[in-house]
């Protein structure tokens, strides 16, 4: 049974930093993709970062040089360190493997991590 369980959101400041944590369970986590959804009110979910087998990493524009994905297959547990936050980076952030480059793989979520960035 997939499970996917993330981690380290909260309420921060322009400008600041926060890093989330997502551990899967029930897959084979080394043989797949991952990638950093989120949702912001009204709005439909979003890939932001994903990370391939081999490390290769991508961003959506608006995170672009700001977010870094990054994996441990150790730990089976995908990261996403968020700096220079802004107002519009708020919303529920989610993890999930990926297919297809961009469609999530599995249809279980996690309960999210909510990221709000406000003065």
């Known amino acids: 049974q997939v499970q996917l369980v993330e981690s380290g959101g909260g309420l921060v400041q322009p400008g600041g930093s926060l890093r989330l944590s997502c551990a899967a369970y029930g897959i084979i986590f080394s043989i797949n993709a991952m990638g950093w959804y989120r949702q912001a009110p009204g709005k439909q979910r979003e890939l932001v970062a994903s990370i391939s087998i081999g490390g290769s990493t991508n961003y959506v524009d608006s995170v672009e040089g700001r977010f870094t994905i990054s994996r441990d297959n150790a730990k089976n547990t995908v990261y996403l360190q968020m700096n220079s936050l802004k107002p519009e980076d708020t919303a529920v952030y989610y993890c999930?493997?990926?297919?297809?480059?961009?469609?999530?793989?599995?249809?279980?979520w996690g309960q999210g991590t909510q990221v709000t960035v406000s003065s």
């Open positions: 999930n493997a990926i297919k297809a480059g961009y469609y999530p793989k599995y249809d279980t």
